[in-house]
């Protein structure tokens, strides 16, 4: 840092772009802010997916129950925001924390009375993959959310084994690929319990819902989820293909 800086320093740089701005809720400038396809309206009243304005429950959870009660997403899962789930899992953008864990925050707020939460918990990476990766996405994710929200954070599941990725695999597959892979880490205090359980991606629900799964057998009360961002309902991602 030069002589000037030290007593004038400059604006905060943009975490994805390194252009500096006017530091606002979130740490994104507005350009890279601009590139993100928020989820405002027009979801999926179960699971958050952006849905035909028609319509009130989307493919998939028309075909399929869930474990948990309901479900949110902040974003679609194109163009920024899936720039920056990949530079954050793949590329090491660690800072990305904040402000995506600070949207996560944000549409927590919007979506759930999380007051009510009793813990909130994430989907766990197997061992393998945290020795690759370095870091588990989604519990720096929840921590910022545990932070911002002032709810305990907590690890309660674990991976039995490392399992394919679920975005190569059809839905068939997804759910013979996480059959019973969760175990549970933490044995004790989640009877009668309310819990939040926070993800980066939400495709089908087969992930959070495996883990769900595993959660009510240990007598957790009520699973809400919030996600980053989630794909397109079936239906409505076939007629954006055809633009």
Known sequence: MGFIELFYPG??????????????????????LDQIEFIKEDYC????????????????CKQNNHFFN??????????????????FKYNKYRNLKEPLGDLLTIYIERFYNYKNFDYITYIPVHETR??????????????RVSINLRIPLISTLCRKEDTEKQSKLSR???????????????????????????DDIYTTGTTVDEASKILLTEGVEDIKIITLAAGRDFELNQEFNKV
């Open 70 to 87: 309901k479900a949110r997403t902040v974003s679609v899962y194109e163009d920024g925001m899936k720039e920056y789930i990949k530079l």
């Open 130 to 143: 945290l020795n690759e990766r370095g870091f588990n996405q989604a519990y720096l994710l929840a921590k």
């Open 45 to 60: 009243i179960e699971c958050g997916k952006l849905i035909f304005s028609n319509q009130k429950i989307c493919f998939d």
């Open 172 to 198: 068939k597959e997804r759910l013979l690929n996480l059959h019973n892979k969760f175990e549970i880490k933490l044995k004790r205090g989640l009877q009668s319990k309310k819990i939040l359980l926070i």
């Open 11 to 32: 604006l905060p740089k943009c975490p994805v772009c390194q252009r500096e701005f006017d530091h606002g809720k979130i740490n994104l400038c507005d350009k890279c």
